[in-house]
């Protein structure tokens, strides 16, 4: 990281792949981090962090809720007193089960909808104006190779590939609609979390170490496209 400050705003950040990136951000006192999750005051890990090299600000954020999405705003305000958002990462999300087009529970695809989908695009919409007064000016939507029509994944886990999918075409839509921003599809491998279980290929570290890498280094030549944690760009 360079001398300069930035300030991160992370959803789903109190376990798995949020959880690591917060804490892999607060390793430097350069960035500030406004880490959301449902329940602040019973996220004991994050608390934990409090002593880090960078500043930590926890707020309550349920991203499948929007007036919660909504009343974050205000806590950030607060927080950041006229600062932007470098970064703001929509982490948090939800695979409720494996399932087929023909063999899924309707009330999960619209719940999986709502917290993968409809959550990363209401707060693009709330954070925007915090986006544009910042330097760095990043969005970064954390999809899933499982979304990637190019990449032929087959029938399983039909929903949560149905949502992600989705999330690439945001994306898509917003660097379109706002090109001086940079915004980019995000998948963080398979990894060993609460999502993917203890069979899955890299372990937290190893792939929230390569996020950073991309993240941090992509330019406004990138926006709108689909990468891996590796660096390497994905079919859509």
């Not at 707060?123 to 990043?138: C, F, I, M, T």
């Not at 921003?181 to 290929?201: C, E, S, Y």
């Not at 030549?221 to 990468?227: E, L, M, P, R, V």
Request: net charge neutral; charged share 20%.
């Amino acid at each position: 990281m360079s001398s300069q400050s930035f300030v991160w705003l992370v959803t789903g950040a109190s376990r798995g792949l949020g959880f690591e990136l917060t804490r892999q951000l607060l390793t430097s006192a350069s960035n500030t981090v406004i880490a959301c999750c449902r329940n602040p005051n019973s996220a004991t890990k994050l608390h934990a962090l409090q002593s880090s090299a960078g500043k930590l600000h926890l707020i309550s954020m349920d991203v499948g809720s929007e007036q919660s999405m909504r009343d974050s705003v205000g806590m950030v305000d607060a927080i950041l007193a006229g600062r932007g958002i470098d970064y703001l990462y929509n982490n948090a999300g939800i695979a409720l089960t494996d399932d087929t087009p023909y063999n899924f529970s309707y009330s999960e695809l619209l719940e999986e909808l709502k917290i993968n989908l409809a959550g990363p695009a209401l707060l693009g919409q709330l954070y925007l104006p915090h986006v544009e007064k910042s330097q760095r000016k990043v969005i970064v939507n954390v999809s899933s190779s499982l979304g990637s029509i190019g990449s032929d994944k087959g029938t399983k886990y039909a929903t949560y590939c149905i949502t992600k999918t989705a999330v690439n075409m945001l994306t898509y839509k917003q660097s379109k609609t706002r090109p001086d921003i940079t915004v980019i599809a995000l998948d963080p491998g398979f990894v060993k979390t609460d999502l993917a279980g203890p069979n899955a290929d890299l372990e937290p570290e190893e792939s929230i170490c390569g996020v950073l890498k991309v993240v941090t280094s992509v330019s406004i030549a990138d926006t709108g496209k689909f990468f891996g944690y590796n660096g390497r760009e994905l079919p859509w």
